[in-house]
């Protein structure tokens, strides 16, 4: 059997054909379309149907950057997609398509991909973190994806680590995204004094031995340790599998990071928590989407 | 049926005869015993010895004050009742009773207690917190008390919330567990001028005006209040039910927190999230152990 995955995010909707065991056959790109819901659910329904032409296809799964209600099945936001508010999009697309069509938080579904097909496979307890724009996070807890009471659970990144510290995006002052992120990183670079405007570049300065931009990243590194080792300290997990545009630096991040959680977090819980980049890397959220269609999740 | 609870505190150890819909029959309180597993172990089986005396005991539960290993069933810490540590107390304790026993962290017992007896009836996402000599917590998630992957979860307490702040008992710094807790409380009504060595005092002063006792608490409340939000944004809970001795002073904190909440936590993720008192009081963690009991959790 075979499933179309569909992660929509702010800049691009990626969208894979995918088989049973979680392996992408077939995958397109596009510009994202963030204001206008008829040009959106076009391009969705034009997607599944140039993969319907190639293989049969049994359920779609769509990943949305936003909180998806589990009980009203809206999107209740959604920031950067701002034209999904308040929609019920599998029910749109499902009548559109005729197939069966889920949608779920996309951090969620790059939480179910890495679970049911990459580093978190045969865990019963994980988190799995995406540091790009923001810090999204998914979790895994006894067995399942873990949604809360109405499928807004996973914020890490509006926990707060600095009651007084960068106002947030969220309307709160001092959240983990602040710091953990691509512009959190931006952020502290100019801070310690090095002046670029994006993450790619702070990386290339620091490669190259940059003083300002290596720091820069040993600082992110501290707040994911310490975002890490608040998850490990709260939730007792066998796992956290950190993915996202900004993880193409690991080797900068995960050196701190570690460090940090070996001096916050109780001994024996992170002794068996390892820290772990993602294996699916940008195909997470896709192909957990289409796993989630699979599962009926 | 009729179950034993027990509550072993760092001062005082509390034991209920339960019954089963979680009503405490007759109740005891004695001095703790810290250091010699014998007189713990004796204390004990006097207990039960004497509610056997009057009713037919089903099972025992004892709820303590450490990290218990729901792999090995090892109390692996407690640094306030050292002389348990690294001991199978619920298997000494059968053997000797030869009755069945479980042993649990004593926060999740209490969460356990007011999710079948109290506050948390009928829900199946709240958290339980516990504010007195720490700030401890117990989980249940998706209808069952949370655990984690092996016995540890629930440790709000050690969160971070201040990555510089103040040194913390369990090695790290700025843990909530530091500002929420008597002695975060004293701690901080010292910093703003007031020498008192007992959170009754810091109370008593807020109660007759005391500019500083009531910054004290309102500073208390405002980081009780970013733990409740950073709760409700990773878990999305149907409720947060706070108990612990400070909670006597309740008024004083809730007002803050709750303020707090509104301004940190994610909107329609806190609207369903009351915050409020333990209906179980300082029985929560023996009523729990009872329950448990009961269930055999």
Same mark, same amino acid.
């Given at each position: 059997m075979n499933y179309v995955g569909i992660d929509i995010g702010g800049t691009n909707i990626k969208a894979g054909l995918v088989d049973d065991s979680g392996a992408v056959r077939d995958a397109r790109r596009m510009p994202s379309v963030v204001d206008d819901i008829d040009i959106l659910l076009k391009s969705l329904t034009t997607i599944v149907a140039d993969f319907q032409s190639r293989a049969s296809i049994e359920a779609v799964g769509v990943g949305i950057p936003g909180l998806r209600s589990t009980r009203t099945h809206l999107i209740e936001t959604s920031p950067n997609i701002p034209c999904i508010r308040n929609l019920n999009l599998e029910a749109e697309l499902a009548k559109q398509l005729k197939l069966p069509v889920i949608s779920e938080n996309d951090a969620n579904a790059g939480a179910y991909g890495e679970w049911v097909a990459g580093a #978190?496979? #045969?865990?019963q307890y994980m988190a799995y973190l995406t540091i790009g724009t923001g810090l999204g996070c998914g979790l895994v807890l006894s067995g399942a994806l873990y949604r809360g009471a109405s499928g807004y659970a996973g914020e890490i990144g509006h926990l707060n680590v600095e009651p007084d510290g960068r106002p947030c995006a969220c309307g709160s002052i001092g959240c983990f995204e602040t710091r953990v992120s691509a512009p959190g990183l931006i952020a502290t670079a100019r801070e310690l004094g090095l002046n670029e405007s994006s993450a790619d570049a702070v990386y290339d300065a620091a490669i190259h031995g940059d003083t300002a931009a290596l720091a820069a990243f040993a600082d992110t590194g501290r707040f994911l340790g310490i975002a890490c080792a608040n998850l490990i300290n709260l939730l007792n997990l066998e796992s956290i599998v950190i993915g996202g545009g900004v993880m193409a630096s690991a080797d900068l991040l995960l050196h701190s990071a570690t460090a940090e959680v070996r001096r916050r977090a109780f001994e024996p819980a992170a002794r068996i928590c390892p820290i772990v980049q993602s294996q699916l890397r940008s195909d997470a959220g896709l192909i957990g989407a289409a796993m989630l269609a699979r599962d009926r999740q």
């Open positions: #978190g496979r #045969g865990l």
